[in-house]
């Protein structure tokens, strides 16, 4: 038994539960968790020294729990981020000498879509998409913004995303062609999210092939993780509303089997240049833990960025963790101490699949009907496939009246099937989910063959119109 180490861990989903894994493989150390968790995880009340239910993540309640157990903490992890944007970094360090492992709330990056677009226009104009943010402030009536919005639409075309510029996880975004039409729509999508108390941004609609890259940080240097594949849309061939993500996969190298290896350099390219900004000269260990997790567009023109997230992705995550060859912990502690190294990876496929309930996504309408989940079968198959198949609780809730775990409204379980090929890891992902009983759906075609094939058609015809422009 190695050193023993207590972790604070932050929980809101899946992602959490992932982290908690990886940490708890540690053959160095002895890990001992402290969760601070949104509801009773079923995963993480397993696995938790202590475990306290915070519903609305709030900073100082966290705190309350660290101060209350500090002497057995050495460090935290913050998964959602919401408490990284509410500062949960500064107020935890600052009241009880727990080092965290989360950027400050200066660098939550995801706090405001204005500010990222304004940074990439500083360091790296090229990965921009032309923008004009709607301040509230500065319209007096609908009128008024309308005809701002008319003005820019006749400036860059109707071919437009409309986003929040307040978090909204992933939700809030509209897009021509896919949630609206004409400009009235268009508007009328405008200003469901100006009417909320948010600020807006218009930015011209970019076509391409999306990829996820994830870094985690010691202030003076990025360790970069390899590229995963995201699936926002709820439902198979890309249809329906956008979702926090019902999927994922990775290859089995650091890029994605539609690039090549130079637009995953130009990726990293662009990301040194965001974190050479931020950082300034020296070190900046206000960056600490991952101040990157970026959703690339790799488009004719090259790649651009759709949105920065200070976070570690949801479902992305998932796809990563589990093939690390590094020691999580020590990870962790040299982030902390700010020697942190190269990180590497198993050259294996994973691939994630989300379980959700009946109405997420909407899938129907409602659903009235018993939302008790029982994982003993997924479990049971572990068995079968060892270490390469991982079950990750989301949003899901052990009750203590009844002992049984149920689902709730977001996200319920995911699996991660780990395999030499993509084809391989997905049909361990969709054994693990066909043996979760409960009334649950899931996407099908998450790493798919066809979907696959379809992207790498689709970057190549872009490879070749860029090339001709």
Not at 64 to 88: H, L, Q, R, Y
Not at 111 to 128: D, F, I, P, V, Y
Not at 249 to 263: A, G, I, T, V
Not at 414 to 427: D, L, Q, S, Y
Request: with cysteine; hydrophobic share 35%.
């Amino acid at each position: 038994m190695g050193e023993r180490v207590g972790i604070l861990v932050i929980s809101y989903g899946s992602r959490a539960a992932a982290v908690i894994d990886a940490l708890s493989r540690s053959e160095d150390y002895d890990a001992r968790f402290y969760v601070a968790d949104k509801q009773r995880n079923p995963f993480n009340v397993k696995h938790a020294e202590k475990h306290v239910v915070i519903p609305d993540l709030d900073v100082e309640k966290i705190c309350d729990f660290v101060e209350a157990n500090k002497n057995e903490i050495d460090f935290g992890f913050c998964c959602p981020e919401k408490p990284i944007i509410g500062g949960v970094r500064d107020v935890v360090e600052n009241k009880t000498g727990v080092a965290m492992i989360c950027p400050t709330k200066r660098y939550a990056i995801e706090g405001s879509k204005a500010t990222q677009r304004h940074l990439l226009l500083e360091c790296c104009a090229e990965a921009n998409p032309r923008f004009k943010v709607f301040h509230q402030a500065e319209y007096s009536s609908v009128n008024d913004v309308k005809s701002a919005v008319w003005e820019f639409l006749d400036e860059i075309g109707n071919e437009v995303a409309v986003k929040p510029d307040k978090p909204a996880a992933g939700k809030g975004v509209g897009v021509w062609g896919d949630h609206f039409t004409s400009r009235e729509q268009l508007f009328e999508h405008f200003l469901s999210i100006f009417d909320g108390g948010s600020d807006v941004l218009i930015e011209e609609k970019m076509e391409g092939e999306e990829s996820s890259f994830q870094a985690f940080c010691d202030g003076k240097r990025i360790a970069v993780l390899p590229d995963t594949r995201d699936y926002k849309r709820a439902f198979d061939a890309d249809l329906g509303q956008n979702t926090g993500g019902m999927g994922s996969y990775k290859d089995n190298r650091d890029w994605l089997p539609f690039m090549e290896k130079r637009d995953r350099e130009e990726e990293e390219r662009l990301v040194q240049k965001i974190f050479s900004k931020l950082r300034g000269n020296g070190s900046n260990e206000e960056l600490r833990g991952m101040p990157f997790y970026v959703a690339f567009i790799h488009t004719g023109e090259g790649a651009k960025i759709l949105e920065i997230n200070s976070r570690p992705g949801d479902p992305e995550i998932q796809n990563v963790l589990p093939v690390l060859k590094n020691d999580f912990v020590d990870v962790c502690f040299r982030m902390i101490e700010g020697n942190l190294s190269r990180i590497e990876c198993e050259a294996k496929a994973t691939v994630v699949t989300y379980a959700v309930p009946m109405d997420y996504g909407g899938y129907r309408v409602r659903y009235s009907g018993d939302k008790r989940v029982d994982l003993s079968g997924v479990y049971a198959l572990q068995e079968k496939y060892g270490d390469d198949l991982r079950i990750y609780p989301g949003s899901m809730e052990l009750r203590a009246d009844d002992g049984h775990t149920y689902a709730l409204g977001s996200r319920t379980v995911c699996t991660v099937g780990v395999g030499k090929t993509i084809a391989e890891a997905r049909r361990i992902s969709l054994d693990g989910i066909r043996n979760i009983d409960g009334a649950l759906w899931n996407r099908e075609d998450i790493g798919a063959e066809h979907h696959i094939e379809r992207s790498v058609r689709r970057m190549k015809r872009r490879t070749v119109s860029g090339l001709a422009g």
